[in-house]
């Protein structure tokens, strides 16, 4: 037990905050940050008895009600948690960590251990209900005993496997205490080292980053389940891949479905924005959007079919389909030619009428009647305008080009949002350009994404004996892959390291504004004028056999600090702040 006090010296013990939390179908007690514990214990010191009084913790993603003492997410659907104020803890032989004490039972041993601290009387004993016992040794050692036993009872061989280690306070417990997590960490981390001079000089906040759930309500509409019987038994881990990921691009092509993914999609940015906004009262930032694969497509089908100066929840119900016109005329429509001449003769649609012509300027009329969007789609608007789309691992110049786009107009921008990146890994058998759509008799090379902490080099020559038995480990990892049975869960995602360039590319990755070059060609004003393809750079791995790492590298965005950069370096962009290269 630590806790570095002198016998007759007593000192109130700062409770330290935990939530449970499943984790393979084990409860688990996890510590909250040192901020929102901070924030956990001054409300319930100034808490006032009979009242509920709610905390906002985890960047505000869930709030505590103390006196139910429930976690409950904020902004999206999950069970509520416990919570518990913590200060004694246990820890068994077999136990991989300490384990917090039930509230009622730290209040006993805190007492007793004020007791024997004032009074300088040790090998207090404290029983619990359930026959336990805890014997208080010294300021510095308890030690938990299992039920209907006594210290007569034991030998030395015994002792070790049947009693509990005992530690009043959190310290050395071995829990770390954390600060955010996933896509956030990795981004909180990357502002923390690239813009310590604006954060010093209180010239920027944080960036936040809430989830947009749109895969769980159309997958509960039991679709999966008549799925999985179609479902061949074999090469499973590929057909689960397949299931998961690519299936999701079918389902948005059926208006069956697409009008549900369109519809979920828009009502909860909308929903999120609004809260956001009302926990945030003086948030004035930017709002921007990133989506991954499908989702990309989505956001990207969305923001085209805006109306400029809408930017409001109040939308007349008519709207949506008017400007559901610009991608997606309607099935009684007598074609692109009628739709285009009746926007012309009218006067107020001549910004819809323009936007509709830079779109579809290069579509054949002729073999395309329906457009180049969704056929019977009603698009939703949003209550705000997104400043940036990024899209990850993108299908939208594959779904374009199906669509019958053929080009896109230089002059094209979404209505209401300025900026558009298409971000993408070599390896990504989801992923499309952008770019030839717009300038199709060119080859302008994608912008490489210059990597954190080092230049990435080009695998030249034959390999080293270490490659060699790395080449090996690949191979043996893609067998027990494609060979294993799935275990029902997604697939982990893998950030990408020690990579080297890609062959095709020639760029320098020292600096965006190099690698970033147009070679005096126009990019279009689908971003401003700016370049629009990024690409990640391949690793050393990934270069040996490039088959074997095409699944993850779907999956690698939001794990990747590349692309979290790029991100953070647009977005601080729009306000001024430019990131510290770091790079030398």
């Not at 530690?167 to 960490?185: C, L, Q």
């Not at 990579?499 to 060609?521: F, H």
């Amino acid at each position: 037990m630590d806790q570095g006090l002198t016998a007759a010296t007593y000192e109130p013990i700062r409770p330290h905050w935990f939530y449970r939390k499943p984790v393979d179908d084990e409860d688990l007690w996890l510590p909250f940050s040192q901020y929102d514990n901070n924030k956990l214990n001054s409300a319930f010191d100034e808490s006032t008895e009979g009242q509920e009084e709610v905390v906002a913790t985890d960047d505000a993603h869930y709030d505590v009600l103390l006196r139910e003492r429930i976690r409950r997410a904020a902004y999206w659907e999950e069970e509520p948690t416990a919570v518990l104020r913590a200060t004694w803890f246990y820890k068994g032989d077999m136990d991989p960590h300490y384990i917090p004490y039930p509230e009622s039972l730290s209040e006993h041993l805190e007492l007793a251990y004020m007791e024997a601290t004032l009074r300088d009387q040790w090998r207090k004993t404290v029983e619990f209900p359930t026959g336990e016992v805890v014997v208080l040794l010294n300021p510095m050692l308890a030690t938990h005993w299992l039920p209907r036993t006594t210290v007569e009872d034991w030998d030395s061989s015994e002792m070790h496997r049947n009693t509990y280690s005992v530690k009043r306070g959190i310290e050395n417990t071995g829990y770390e205490i954390p600060e955010v997590n996933g896509f956030r960490t990795v981004a909180r981390d990357l502002v923390e080292t690239h813009c310590s001079a604006a954060r010093a000089e209180g010239q920027i906040g944080r960036v936040e980053f809430l989830p947009v759930d749109w895969h769980n309500p159309l997958h509960a509409t039991g679709v999966d389940k008549v799925i999985h019987r179609i479902t061949l038994p074999s090469i499973e881990r590929l057909r689960t891949f397949a299931n998961e990921t690519l299936l999701d691009l079918f389902f948005y092509s059926s208006p069956a479905y697409c009008q549900i993914i369109l519809d979920t999609v828009a009502t909860e940015l909308n929903r999120l924005h609004g809260l956001f906004c009302s926990r945030h009262p003086d948030f004035q930032g930017e709002v921007s959007l990133v989506g991954h694969s499908l989702g990309s497509l989505i956001l990207f089908d969305l923001l085209t079919n805006q109306v400029i100066g809408l930017g409001h929840p109040n939308i007349p119900e008519d709207s949506g389909r008017c400007v559901g016109a610009i991608l997606a005329p309607s099935p009684q429509s007598k074609g692109l030619k009628a739709t285009l001449s009746s926007l012309s003769s009218d006067g107020n649609q001549q910004s819809k009428f323009h936007r509709m012509r830079l779109m579809i300027s290069s579509v054949d009329n002729e073999s395309f009647n329906i457009g180049v969007g969704q056929a019977y789609i009603r698009y939703p608007q949003l209550s705000f305008n997104p400043c940036i789309l990024f899209a990850l691992g993108s299908p939208i110049g594959m779904f374009l080009t199906v669509r019958g786009l053929r080009h896109i107009d230089p002059d094209y921008s979404l209505p209401t949002c300025k900026g558009f990146y298409n971000i993408y890994h070599p390896l990504d058998p989801v992923a499309y350009r952008i770019e030839p759509l717009i300038q199709h008799n060119t080859c302008l090379p994608p912008v490489l994404i210059p990597h954190i902490t080092a230049k990435r080099t080009h695998l030249k020559g034959g390999l080293t004996t270490d490659l060699k038995h790395k080449m090996t480990s690949v191979l043996l990892y893609a067998w027990q892959y494609f060979s294993y049975t799935p275990s029902g869960s997604r697939h982990s995602r893998h950030s990408t390291q020690d990579a080297s360039a890609p062959k095709q590319q020639a760029e320098s990755s020292t600096a965006l504004p190099q690698s970033g070059r147009t070679y005096g060609i126009s990019p279009g004003m689908l971003n401003r004028g700016r370049r629009i393809d990024y690409v990640l750079q391949q690793t050393a791995m990934e270069s040996i056999n490039e088959y074997l790492f095409a699944i993850q590298s779907h999956l690698c965005y939001w794990d990747s600090e590349d692309t979290a950069l790029l991100l953070l370096r647009e977005i601080y962009e729009e306000s001024g702040i430019v990131l510290e290269d770091l790079s030398s």
